[in-house]
């Protein structure tokens, strides 16, 4: 049955992002309810433009997002490297919704926002974030880039998005020399042996914006 209106039963956690289950790349269509009727309003939205919805809870703040690539080999699925950029997503450019907290369940800011497609932060170590996407990729068997967005609550990371593919921070971290096509055209195809990359050699507290 094809409901307008999402019953949960009382079983959501406000606020929850509402976005559909494909094609929501650079923050398309997505969308941040505070309360059943905003949520009503975005799933009945979403179904009319012919798209699933997807609802997951909003976690953490938006001082603690991450946007992490992990680069494994296309052929035997080893691990290459990873590199980590920690968003800023409250400028102008960077944020796709900003909005003030109405819920008692507070999420960690006062402030709730989704970052845009265009990308904003720092680029330096991060290692728990790093080795936790790193796991995550492995486990799941991949070839090649792999883009993983998360943020980090209470020492915890929890990933929102999971990408196989380059991400709009690609050109952002091949400026500060970590260039993940570069690499895998140097391995694949001119036969360059590259068994891993420490990209610890490009962290330096950089700040990006592209």
């Given amino acids: 049955m094809d409901l307008e209106r999402l019953d949960v039963g009382g079983a959501l956690n406000f606020p929850v992002v509402i976005k559909p289950a494909q094609a929501s790349g650079a923050s398309?269509?997505?969308?941040?309810?505070?309360?059943?009727?905003?949520?009503?309003?975005?799933?009945?939205?979403?179904?009319?433009?012919?798209?699933?919805?997807?609802?997951?809870?909003?976690?953490g703040s938006h001082d603690d997002e991450y946007t992490v690539g992990v680069l494994t080999d296309i052929q035997d699925g080893s691990?290459?490297?990873?590199?980590?950029v920690k968003r800023?997503?409250?400028?102008?450019?960077?944020?796709?919704?900003?909005?003030?907290?109405?819920?008692?369940?507070?999420p960690g800011a006062d402030?709730?926002?989704?970052?845009?497609?265009?990308?904003q932060g720092i680029i330096d170590d991060f290692p728990e974030v790093r080795r936790y996407c790193e796991g995550v990729t492995l486990k799941l068997g991949a070839r090649g880039p792999m883009n993983i967005q998360c943020r980090k609550v209470g020492g915890k990371v929890y990933p929102f998005e999971i990408n196989p593919r380059f991400s709009g921070t690609t050109s952002l971290r091949a400026l500060v020399g970590y260039n993940e096509p570069d690499i895998l055209i140097r391995k694949h195809i001119l036969g360059e042996q590259i068994t891993s990359i420490d990209p610890r050699g490009y962290f330096n507290n950089i700040v990006c914006i592209i």
């Fill in 28 to 59: 398309s269509n997505v969308f941040l309810a505070q309360d059943q009727e905003e949520l009503d309003f975005f799933v009945k939205y979403l179904k009319k433009q012919g798209l699933k919805p997807l609802v997951q809870e909003y976690i």
């Fill in 79 to 84: 691990l290459i490297g990873s590199i980590a």
């Fill in 111 to 119: 402030i709730l926002a989704i970052s845009s497609g265009i990308s």
């Fill in 88 to 106: 800023q997503i409250l400028s102008g450019l960077s944020s796709k919704i900003k909005v003030k907290n109405r819920c008692s369940n507070k």
